[in-house]
């Protein structure tokens, strides 16, 4: 169990800190998954651990989007008021949209040191559709299969295919725009 | 995009991996003690239960012994109190048993001093005896 946090807590980390882009609660949510998946799967196989703490560190970003939410409305009465995303059928993580950041309309530099482009991916990555951010992280980065990453997910797997392309090409023309290519 | 998709998405991976490499030295302590904190956890557990820490692993253990599982326990603990409950039943408080014991001693010419005090037994011995 320990070999196993020790291989996939920075990237859990940082796909945390790409939902939720603050590092604390980032950490906070890595910690809750990882004693999650100690307290009730400890005595599975080691070959399901990676499945099972994906599955456990995506719900916990989604109960972290769910309190903010209702926090949200507490704290903002007139939104709440108005109603303004009052409908139940409606999933907030496939139309939240993050705002859009000053960084991206300044020209890019000539030269981009290779961890200034890592900068650039990681924002371009916090800027994607959560779904589609979701998809592309556990296809590619987690490298689940299209199967896997859809009972994550909680979708089909075309959905999947088709949040996971989105996404690479928003990554793409957002680089593009800074002047990047890989 | 002139590049193929899962080509692209290759070398943004490259990319993550390497800043996933490069991460700064707190948030890697932060990480280890998170990694800790959970492992700990988990060796904390079963210490806390060690009184059934036998029943705990032979239940955890469902396919050999299927009798374990809580709610076969509950039923068998049901089973229990109720044949308990029927040879109670059986031995105190059949009305059934009562009248045989005294049938057997009326018999047998042992008949307690109670019965002799009963109006409704005084009445039937006279009438019997005539």
């Keep these: 169990m320990s070999d196993f946090f020790a291989e996939v807590e920075r990237r859990a980390y940082k796909q945390a800190l790409f939902a939720v882009r603050d590092d604390h609660q980032a950490l906070d949510i890595v910690q809750d998954a990882m004693l999650k998946l100690t307290e009730r799967y400890s005595g599975n196989p080691a070959t399901e651990l990676p499945l099972l703490f994906q599955r456990i560190l995506q719900n916990t970003i989604r109960d972290f989007y769910r309190r903010q939410k209702v926090r949200a409305l507490w704290t903002t009465p007139i939104s709440s008021l108005f109603g303004a995303d009052a409908d139940p059928d409606t999933d907030p993580l496939e139309t939240l949209e993050v705002q859009d950041d000053s960084k991206f309309s300044e020209p890019p530099a000539e030269q981009l040191e290779r961890s200034q482009v890592l900068a650039l991916i990681e924002k371009a990555l916090q800027l994607l559709p959560v779904r ?4 592309f992280l556990l296809r590619y980065w987690e490298e689940l299969d299209v199967a896997a990453a859809a009972k994550i997910m909680g979708c089909s797997e075309g959905s999947v295919k088709t949040h996971c392309s989105r996404a690479v090409h928003a990554l793409a023309a957002t680089l593009e725009k800074q002047g990047i290519k890989l | 995009m002139n590049q193929p998709e899962h080509e692209l998405a290759r070398k943004l991976v490259q990319h993550l991996d390497d800043g996933v490499g490069r991460l700064e030295p707190g948030v890697r ?12 956890h988990y060796r904390e557990k079963p210490q806390s239960v060690r009184g059934l820490a036998w029943a705990s692993a032979t239940a955890g253990r469902r396919g050999e012994y299927r009798f374990l599982d809580p709610r076969h ?6 089973i229990v109190l109720a044949v308990v409950g029927v040879v109670w039943w059986q031995s105190n408080g059949n009305p059934a048993s009562e009248l045989a014991e005294i049938d057997s001693h009326l018999l047998s010419d042992e008949l307690p001093v109670n019965a002799y005090l009963d109006k409704g037994f005084d009445s039937w011995l006279k009438r019997s005896s005539r």
Excluded at chain 2, 29 to 40: E, I, V, Y
Excluded at chain 2, 73 to 78: D, E, F, P, S
């Design chain 2, 29 to 40: 302590g932060r990480l280890l003690a998170a990694r800790n904190t959970a492992l700990s």
């Design chain 2, 73 to 78: 326990l509950v039923v068998g603990t049901a």
């Design chain 1, 132 to 135: 589609q951010r979701q998809a």
